[in-house]
């Protein structure tokens, strides 16, 4: 499974911005997918994620009303929509996969994507 991030950049707070992944694989309806960011001298954490059909959603709480995650089984791409951004939402955000349903943990995911930076200024 090959995982390829897009759509980071540089923006206003306030602003949005649109990441989006494709992912090369026949399965891509069998796979729970997410996104995670890593900040610098931080940990990677969890952000969004999104069961195999769409029916299901997870946010972490500080991006809960302005994120939202969402996929399209058909071109084997999983988005994910920020709005009102801020300052603290700067870091390397990662689509990554995994075989579950849906998981809000690191540790669950198989595949990761190779992450796009996301900058978001005061």
């Known amino acids: 499974v090959q995982l390829q991030a897009s759509g980071g950049g540089l923006v206003q707070a306030g602003g949005s911005l649109r990441l989006s992944c494709t992912a090369s694989?026949?399965?891509?309806?069998?796979?729970?997918m997410g996104w995670f960011r890593q900040a610098p001298g931080k940990e990677r954490e969890f952000v969004a994620a999104?069961?195999?059909?769409?029916?299901?959603?997870r946010y972490e709480d500080s991006v809960q009303g302005r994120f939202t995650i969402s996929r399209d089984n058909a071109e084997n791409t999983v988005a994910l929509q920020m709005n009102v951004l801020k300052p603290e939402d700067t870091a390397v955000y990662y689509c990554?996969?995994?075989?579950?349903?849906?998981?809000?943990?690191?540790?669950?995911?198989?595949?990761w994507g190779q992450g796009t930076l996301v900058t978001v200024s005061s």
């Open positions: 990554a996969a995994t075989k579950l349903l849906i998981s809000i943990y690191v540790s669950a995911y198989d595949y």
């Open positions: 694989v026949r399965t891509f309806r069998h796979l729970g």
């Open positions: 999104i069961s195999w059909s769409g029916n299901h959603t």
